[in-house]
């Protein structure tokens, strides 16, 4: 299989609540949007792939959140980053942490709960080797 994008789908219960989550506190940019109420979407830069929030119309049933999902976002400063989530009231689910594997990682939840996993790859980890 070749796969030529990707693309993560979220149906959250509050359109707008995780819009002012993912741009407003996350800064994630749009990359377009589509439809209109109740039929909404916008799609966010996520790195190398994209986030697609699609609004729910309320005769849809929401579909349950599979257990043990969860986005991982790799960031340049985690202090950095950890310190404007609070500051912006996002609450820290796990705090920044060297891990055994080398990363230095940190959760948060989106509006539905959704954990993030916040991470920084330190200067000396593998992953900063480009291997191809």
Do not use: C, N
């Given at each position: ?9 979220l149906?959250?219960?509050d ?15 749009r ?5 209109s109420?109740p039929h909404?979407?916008v799609?966010?830069?996520?790195g ?8 729910t ?8 959140s599979?257990?043990?999902?969860r986005?991982w ?9 950890t310190?404007e989530?609070?500051?912006a ?27 993030l ?5 330190p ?7 480009d291997?191809?």
């Amino acid at each position: 299989m070749q796969v030529l994008r990707s693309r993560v789908l979220l149906r959250p219960r509050d359109l707008d609540v995780s819009l002012r989550f993912y741009e407003g506190i996350l800064g994630l940019h749009r990359s377009r949007e589509f439809g209109s109420s109740p039929h909404r979407g916008v799609v966010l830069f996520l790195g190398g792939a994209e986030l697609e929030l699609t609004e729910t119309a309320p005769e849809d049933e929401r579909p349950p959140s599979p257990d043990g999902v969860r986005l991982w976002l790799q960031v340049p400063d985690l202090a950095a980053v950890t310190a404007e989530l609070t500051a912006a009231g996002v609450t820290l689910h796990e705090a920044p942490e060297h891990k055994p594997w080398g990363l230095i990682e940190a959760i948060v939840h989106d509006p539905d709960g959704l954990s993030l996993v916040l991470v920084e790859v330190p200067d000396d980890h593998p992953l900063r080797v480009d291997t191809r």
